[in-house]
């Protein structure tokens, strides 16, 4: 029900913009974020972006990140910029209702190295 891509190999201070596309099926929503996890690590929140215009971001990618959200469109965007090795994960999509169930992206590889 969620669609994540943009995901890509990119440089050390490169760019990436990530996108996550919700069906139809998906109503009512009140979040929206954007969660990673690297091997061996715990899957960690990134960024996150609430009806109200709330959003918060990991500090690890504060100044580097931007998220963005189209209610019409159902989709939340993650532009990444200077992008770091330690960035390398598989990012996921997140959206949460008003009843607190959540959905979940397929996941999409972001590798930054040269």
């Known amino acids: 029900q969620l669609q994540a891509s943009g995901g890509g190999l990119v440089q050390p201070g490169g760019s990436l913009r990530l996108s996550c596309a919700a069906s139809g099926s998906i109503s009512s929503v009140n979040s929206m974020g954007w969660y990673r996890q690297a091997p061996g690590k715990q899957r960690e929140s990134v960024a996150t972006?609430?009806?109200?215009?709330?959003?918060h971001y990991a500090d690890s990618v504060k100044g580097r990140f931007t998220i963005s959200r189209d209610n019409v469109k159902n989709t939340v965007y993650l532009q990444m910029d200077s992008l770091k090795p330690e960035d390398t994960a598989v990012y996921y999509c997140?959206?949460?209702?008003?009843?607190?169930?959540?959905?979940w992206g397929q996941g999409t590889q972001v590798t930054v190295s040269s």
């Open positions: 997140n959206f949460r209702n008003r009843f607190l169930v959540d959905y």
């Open positions: 972006t609430t009806s109200d215009g709330y959003t």
